[in-house]
T-cell receptor
Framework: EAGVTQSPTHLIKTRGQQATLRCSPI?????VYWYQQALGLGLQFLLW???????NRGNFPPRFSGRQFPNYSSELNVNALELEDSALYLC????????????FGPGTRLTVL | GQNIDQPTEMTATEGAIVQINCTYQ??????LFWYQQHAGEAPTFLSY????GLEEKGRFSSFLSRSKGYSYLLLKELQMKDSASYLC?????????????FGRGTSLIVHP
């Protein structure tokens, strides 16, 4: 069974640009979660999508947004990039009900210059 | 507010036992997870506790006391490959649904 996949592996952007990160969940999983893991900090919950809808979001500004497609894959968009957005962005998927055991992808390393 | 505390770093000897503690203060608590994360890799699920008591799974055990806001992960017969970061995560009710809050992780170094 294929695990959670994310692309790209690395992404380098400059301040003010937009970044798009992608995630494909495990087959059969309908929930997708996005996390930010900055150096020295724990995983910070960003967004949760289930069945195509945003179910909850963490304490992040609106320039962090995303969507989930009919095949349950998901995109995370970060607008007006700031230097402090540099981090590892992890995607996880799970079966419903919400927050059942989560399976994480390898992450996208975003660097903002 | 939400607060999860774990030690930043621990060291132990191969073959020994180590206990990693996690204390939390949160409203709407509905369970606690432990994840293992090797350097440069994604976290992997270790255990989930929602009721008080000890859950044993091979060399790893996890304990929860809801009244004390306390959990620990116990690793027995330590191996070098157990060197990793161990993340404590609380499942809590927020905005009508359950979301996770992670601690900063405990970096465990196992030496020969």
């Amino acid at each position: 069974e294929a695990g959670v996949t994310q692309s790209p592996t690395h992404l380098i952007k400059t301040r003010g640009q937009q970044a798009t990160l992608r995630c494909s969940p495990i087959s059969g999983h309908t929930s997708v979660y996005w996390y930010q893991q900055a150096l020295g900090l724990g995983l910070q919950f960003l967004l949760w999508y289930d069945e195509g809808e945003e179910r909850n979001r963490g304490n992040f500004p609106p320039r962090f947004s995303g969507r989930q497609f009919p095949n349950y894959s998901s995109e995370l968009n970060v607008n007006a990039l700031e230097l402090e957005d540099s981090a590892l962005y992890l995607c996880a998927s799970s079966l419903p009900p919400e927050m059942d055991t989560q399976y994480f992808g390898p992450g996208t390393r975003l660097t903002v210059l | 507010g939400q607060n999860i505390d774990q030690p930043t770093e621990m060291t132990a000897t191969e073959g020994a036992i180590v206990q990693i503690n996690c204390t939390y203060q949160t409203s709407g608590f509905n369970g606690l997870f432990w994840y293992q994360q090797h350097a440069g890799e994604a976290p992997t699920f270790l255990s989930y506790n929602v009721l008080d008591g000890l859950e044993e799974k091979g060399r790893f055990s996890s304990f929860l006391s809801r009244s004390k806001g306390y959990s620990y992960l116990l690793l027995k017969e330590l191996q070098m490959k157990d060197s990793a970061s161990y993340l404590c995560a609380v499942r809590r009710l927020s905005g009508g649904s359950y979301i996770p809050t992670f601690g900063r992780g405990t970096s465990l170094i196992v030496h020969p």
